[in-house]
């Protein structure tokens, strides 16, 4: 359908930074810019304030951004949601679930995401950081779990953006990645859930 190609479009600029916070979208405007009719724009723009990235104003939509107690709010979520996966990515792997291959793809995808943030490479960082925990989230086989952490990763990248600076702890940062790929590896829930949790925590401190 139209209207999810629109919706998948718009969400993605926005997630990029194409769009900032507080910036006001008309339907005129957004389907001037892709090409389309208003319908699909409408629908796209309905859908998007259901995830909570862009709020009505009477007058068309604003990108919307979190304020910091619901920010610290969200990452508490994000934090409870990311350790959950990671056990639930254990136990699988522990039950023999999970294929080696994508244990594999994940351990390379850490290592590029360090060359990437050592090279000060933030917008290629942020998504391959992201795709990092999609990963474990992907193993964890729970989809209303992977979700609501999309959902909660669109809603802290957009409200982060503007702020963001290369990260001031990245070996502890890639430690940590390091550690809690090898106890999902050795398939050890409680291990893989503490680190997990803590890595988001932490994360969230440094941003709240």
Do not use: K
């Not at 629109?6 to 600029?13: E, G, T």
């Not at 006001?24 to 892709?34: F, G, K, N």
């Not at 802290?156 to 790929?181: N, Q």
């Amino acid at each position: 359908m139209q209207t999810d190609v629109v919706y998948r479009q718009l969400r993605d600029l926005i997630v990029a930074g194409r769009y900032t916070p507080g910036e006001r979208l008309t339907e005129l405007s957004v389907s001037a810019a892709l090409e389309v009719s208003r319908t699909p724009v409408r629908e796209a723009l309905r859908r998007l304030e259901g995830d909570g990235l862009v709020e009505g104003t009477g007058r068309g939509v604003v990108v919307n951004a979190l304020t910091p107690e619901r920010l610290g709010h969200a990452y508490a979520v994000r934090a409870a949601l990311e350790a959950l996966t990671a056990e639930l990515a254990a136990d699988r792997q522990r039950a023999g679930r999970v294929p080696p291959a994508d244990l594999d793809d994940l351990e390379r995808h850490a290592a590029l995401l360090e060359e990437v943030t050592a090279a000060g490479d933030l917008d290629r960082a942020i998504a391959l950081n992201r795709g990092f925990h999609r990963g474990i989230a992907e193993m964890a086989a729970n989809p209303i779990a992977l979700e609501t952490l999309d959902r909660l990763w669109d809603q802290i990248i957009v409200s982060t953006r503007a702020s963001l600076a290369p990260p001031d702890r990245p070996d502890t940062v890639a430690d940590e990645h390091r550690r809690l790929l090898r106890a999902i590896v050795q398939g050890d829930r409680a291990l893989a859930g503490r680190i997990a949790g803590d890595h988001a925590r932490a994360t969230g401190a440094t941003l709240t």
